[in-house]
């Protein structure tokens, strides 16, 4: 066996084939190696790829291996090379006879000759008693004689920890006759988050040699930096977007009292012509809402190392096709507030009353009507309209109501893009699981944020306050989803 190299960890990443191995190391990797493909055998050979560097030059190395093809025959042909005619058939017969079975045997003797933690990849619905292949890849990781850590994929869209924990009961009871696995975590190719990984991390810290442990930790400590300063990055995006989104506004000059007659006759379904003043200030609004939020998705996307076109065409064609006028009521101070889900039919009796007593037939100060800005980013939420009345109009911003369910959104997205494998190939939205929606809705509840305050001060204490809002609800989020990272 090789000399243990102190300026190098390697880290093997085995498994059936066609399980997901290159999948998850292009996740790992944060960029596209290897082949992926939907069959047997892509990855013929054994191949390596720095994961982390530190300023002294040791690496952490991951080895992408081909997969065990047949497994119950690899046991076999491994634990044979004992004898002499074992090792004949191993060496002589199987490379002229069946080049991909010899290779395969290759590639294990090197994950037993340099790795220092294997990490063993299965399909977590296949349990041994469901798989006959998986007590031949035990045999196989027994023979290789390194610690293991088996990753559950294929684990399907995330779920609630107390579900997922049925998983990973599953397997603790499958392995426990298996001495040199150290642990079992949740890592699915497709929906894992960066917090799992770091508690990978954490777990290869524990398997290591002794040896390896301070070169392991400096490793650890680099390639968590990048992780947190991409983290960073993304909480500073979305602080940005939010900015943008307070000191949003549009003025819309005093409405006539023809005006206020033809919303009335509107509201009331007589006529279908409506304030375009206000309808007008209300789409710029909006429009600029979805721009943020597309622009938010790209610049997120970019930071994470995904690649893909956004939402942008789909959040546009929802914007145009959700956009409902409705009002439930304008106060004395000239604010709206807008119910969900509330159409201009059903609203047309509260609109009439909203126009009059606004000053429909009064002092003149104006009609205010809300909107609701449904099914952005699959949140569907209502918004409110503040407005500021001034002596030739009305300034049109957006709400408290408002901007909590822009940051309810943008938290979601954040949350969609940090799940997002880079195996899967270019980022495509998709709706975010309910529970993440409750987890995210009850922490901004808790939080008793007042973003009329934030909206006055000066711009880089605004950012700085946003900013730390975000974290915090990241960090509470994260603690919520995945309390043993």
């Given at each position: 066996m090789?000399?243990?190299?102190?300026?190098?960890i390697h880290l093997s990443l085995v498994s059936h084939t066609n399980i997901g191995k290159t999948t998850l190391a292009r996740t790992l990797l944060m960029r596209d190696v290897g082949e992926v493909a939907d069959r047997a055998h892509v990855t013929e050979t054994a191949e390596d790829y720095v994961l982390a560097r530190d300023r002294t030059g040791c690496e952490l190395v991951l080895w992408d291996t081909p997969g065990f093809g047949n497994s119950v025959a690899l046991a076999k042909r491994l634990n044979g090379r004992k004898n002499p005619l074992g090792w004949f058939l191993?060496?002589?017969?199987?490379?002229?006879?069946?080049?991909?079975?010899?290779?395969?045997?290759?590639?294990?003797?090197?994950?037993?000759?340099?790795s220092s933690v294997v990490l063993y990849l299965v399909n977590v619905?296949?349990?041994?008693?469901?798989?006959?292949?998986?007590?031949?890849?035990?045999?196989?990781?027994?023979?290789?004689?390194?610690?293991?850590?088996v990753l559950l994929n294929q684990m399907g869209k995330p779920r609630e920890p107390k579900e997922e924990e049925k998983d990973l009961e599953a397997w603790r009871e499958a392995m426990k006759d298996y001495p040199f696995v150290k642990d079992i975590l949740p890592m699915d190719a497709f929906a894992r988050c960066w917090v799992q990984e770091i508690a990978l991390f954490d777990s290869i810290g524990k398997a290591v040699p002794s040896d390896l442990l301070p070169t392991f930790t400096a490793l650890r400590n680099t390639w968590v930096k990048s992780r947190q300063a991409i983290y960073l990055s993304s909480v500073d995006a979305i602080a940005r977007h939010m900015w943008k989104l307070l000191q949003a506004h549009e003025f819309v000059p005093?409405?006539?009292?023809?005006?206020?007659?033809?919303?009335?006759?509107?509201?009331?379904?007589?006529?279908?012509?409506?304030s375009a003043a206000l309808e007008d200030a209300q789409t710029v609004l909006s429009s600029m809402a979805a721009d943020g939020l597309c622009a938010l998705t790209d610049k997120l996307l970019s930071i994470n190392g995904?690649?893909?076109?956004?939402?942008?065409?789909?959040?546009?064609?929802?914007?145009k096709a959700d956009w409902n006028m409705a009002s439930h009521g304008i106060n004395t101070t000239g604010a709206a507030a807008v119910g969900a889900g509330v159409g201009v039919a059903g609203g047309a009796a509260a609109g009439a009353a909203a126009d009059i007593s606004s000053a429909g037939l009064s002092l003149g100060l104006g009609t205010l009507l809300g909107g609701v800005l449904g099914a952005i980013g699959g949140v569907g939420a209502a918004t409110i309209y503040n407005s500021h009345h001034k002596k030739d109009g009305i300034d049109l911003s957006w709400s408290e109501d408002a901007l909590r369910d822009f940051m309810l959104e943008s938290l979601l997205l954040y949350l969609a893009i940090a799940h997002f494998g880079r195996g899967r190939g270019d980022w495509k939205a998709?709706?975010?699981?309910?529970?993440?929606?409750?987890?995210?809705?009850?922490?901004?509840?808790k939080q008793k944020v007042?973003?009329?305050?934030?909206?006055?001060?000066?711009?880089?204490?605004?950012?700085?306050?946003l900013a730390m809002l975000v974290d915090r609800y990241l960090t509470e989020t994260f603690e919520m989803l995945y309390p043993s990272a």
């Open positions: 090789p000399k243990s190299d102190q300026f190098r191993a060496e002589v017969w199987d490379r002229m006879t069946n080049k991909s079975f010899w290779l395969n045997q290759k590639a294990i003797r090197h994950v037993r000759d340099i619905s296949e349990l041994p008693r469901k798989a006959p292949y998986i007590p031949a890849e035990m045999q196989i990781l027994s023979w290789i004689n390194k610690p293991v850590i005093t409405p006539s009292f023809k005006d206020h007659m033809l919303s009335f006759a509107n509201q009331l379904g007589i006529v279908k012509t409506k995904l690649t893909g076109n956004g939402v942008s065409k789909e959040i546009l064609r929802r914007m998709g709706e975010s699981p309910e529970f993440w929606k409750d987890t995210v809705e009850n922490i901004i509840k007042n973003y009329e305050k934030i909206r006055i001060i000066p711009p880089e204490a605004g950012l700085e306050q």
